[in-house]
């Protein structure tokens, strides 16, 4: 296992992409969606439309929700969306791994393991904690113990007071605390039988290390 700049990573892509003759248009907010014989008309936020021959619907967290805006495709197709927060705490001053530590994984995540970030920072998490809202992104202070049981099952030299909070995210779950984890739902027209939409439900995390096979299926996808 290893770690990567991500933020490097999507620049080195965008350029790519920008060489290849597309366009990156941030800020552009998507209402609504019809899908017709000729093309997919996206109705944006501030009264543009556009006609596109291909869309990929790859809006992590709201893309269960933007899918129900899509005119012409079956709601049968779009999944229910479920938000697993997951806590990371930080570790003060100089670690003393030089590898990601990884314990057994947890049913709806990979459990409490360590990451060394490229400064040399060490971090903890994620936890798994089920939430109704996405913008719950505050780490609370009722964690950290559950972090150092968790933690000092590998690390008993974990001393008290080594943990502070640090950030928090959400995974973009298409399966609740009670259903078997499910795997990404990559989804083309042989499957919703619109022309040209693939809609990308449950990329987690291992989505960004899985980022280049994933644009190879969605490509099939669509072939």
Same mark, same amino acid.
């Given at each position: 296992? =290893?770690?990567?700049?991500?933020?490097?990573?999507?620049?080195?892509?965008?350029?790519?992409?920008?060489?290849?003759?597309? $366009?990156?248009? /941030?800020?552009?907010?998507?209402?609504?969606?019809?899908?017709?014989?000729?093309? $997919?008309?996206?109705?944006?936020?501030?009264?543009?439309?556009?006609?596109? *021959?291909?869309? !990929?619907?790859?809006?992590?967290?709201? +893309?269960?929700?933007?899918? *129900?805006?899509?005119?012409? /495709?079956?709601?049968?197709? !779009?999944?229910?969306?479920?938000?697993?927060?997951?806590? &990371?705490?930080?570790?003060?001053?100089?670690?003393?791994?030089? @590898?990601?530590? &990884?314990?057994?994984?947890?049913?709806?995540?990979?459990?409490?393991?360590?990451?060394?970030?490229? =400064?040399?920072?060490? *971090?903890?998490?994620?936890?798994?904690?089920?939430?109704?809202?996405?913008?719950?992104?505050? !780490?609370?202070?009722?964690?950290?113990? +559950?972090?150092?049981?968790?933690?000092?099952?590998?690390?008993?030299?974990?001393?008290?007071?080594?943990?502070?909070?640090? &950030?928090?995210?959400?995974?973009? *779950?298409?399966?609740?605390?009670?259903? !078997?984890?499910?795997?990404?739902?990559?989804?083309?027209?042989?499957?919703?039988?619109?022309?040209?939409?693939?809609?990308?439900?449950? $990329?987690?995390?291992?989505?960004?290390?899985?980022?280049?096979?994933?644009?190879?299926?969605?490509? @099939?996808?669509?072939?």
């Amino acid at each position: 296992t =290893g770690i990567i700049d991500s933020h490097g990573l999507m620049l080195s892509l965008q350029g790519d992409f920008e060489n290849a003759g597309g $366009i990156v248009a /941030l800020n552009s907010a998507v209402d609504r969606a019809v899908c017709r014989d000729q093309g $997919i008309v996206l109705h944006m936020v501030d009264g543009s439309e556009l006609l596109a *021959k291909t869309v !990929v619907n790859a809006a992590g967290l709201t +893309a269960p929700w933007l899918a *129900k805006k899509f005119e012409g /495709l079956s709601a049968a197709h !779009v999944p229910n969306a479920y938000f697993a927060k997951g806590n &990371y705490f930080t570790l003060s001053g100089k670690s003393p791994f030089s @590898r990601l530590i &990884y314990p057994v994984p947890e049913a709806a995540g990979l459990g409490v393991h360590l990451t060394l970030d490229l =400064g040399g920072q060490a *971090k903890f998490g994620p936890d798994v904690q089920w939430v109704d809202d996405p913008e719950d992104l505050v !780490v609370s202070a009722e964690h950290e113990q +559950a972090f150092y049981d968790e933690v000092r099952k590998y690390w008993p030299g974990l001393t008290e007071g080594a943990l502070q909070a640090g &950030y928090a995210g959400i995974r973009p *779950k298409i399966s609740g605390p009670q259903d !078997v984890a499910a795997d990404f739902c990559i989804q083309g027209p042989s499957v919703h039988g619109v022309r040209g939409l693939v809609n990308l439900f449950g $990329i987690e995390s291992p989505g960004l290390t899985t980022s280049l096979a994933i644009g190879g299926a969605v490509v @099939r996808a669509l072939e």
